[in-house]
């Protein structure tokens, strides 16, 4: 099995930020795509960025220019810095990967994080 645990949410002031990292672990044969999203209350959950094997990223619209999503194969882990938070960042963020099992090297399987709180507030 593959598990993904976020970290690094919290409460944070506007303006503030906040860098959210999440920890692969498990049989891994190998992650393609690393992902971020996001899910507040009473809306569905939005693509924050996303990172491919060859490093190449995608934002959402709400967040481009104030996020930075990284990863380190070695560990991995994937991280996601925000700058600049607002209010309607707000969220519950949840981490994403495609991955290869060591038990079937052939198929990816997509894994879900349990989520991390960000709450941006006075």
């Known amino acids: 099995q593959v598990q993904l645990v976020e970290s690094g949410g919290g409460l944070v002031q506007p303006g503030g930020s906040l860098r959210l990292s999440c920890a692969a672990s498990?049989?891994?044969?190998?992650?393609?795509?690393l992902g971020w999203y996001r899910q507040a209350p009473g809306k569905e959950r939005e693509l924050v960025a996303l990172?491919?094997?060859?490093?190449?990223?995608n934002y959402g619209d709400s967040v481009r220019r104030r996020c930075t999503v990284s990863r380190d194969d070695a560990k991995n882990m994937v991280y996601l810095q925000m700058n600049s938070l607002k209010f309607e960042d707000t969220a519950v963020y949840y981490c994403?990967?495609?991955?290869?099992?060591?038990?079937?090297?052939?198929?990816?399987?997509?894994?879900w994080g349990q989520g991390t709180q960000v709450t941006v507030s006075f």
């Open positions: 994403n990967a495609k991955v290869r099992r060591k038990s079937d090297p052939t198929t990816f399987n997509d894994y």
């Open positions: 498990g049989s891994i044969f190998s992650i393609d795509a």
């Open positions: 990172i491919t094997s060859t490093g190449s990223t």
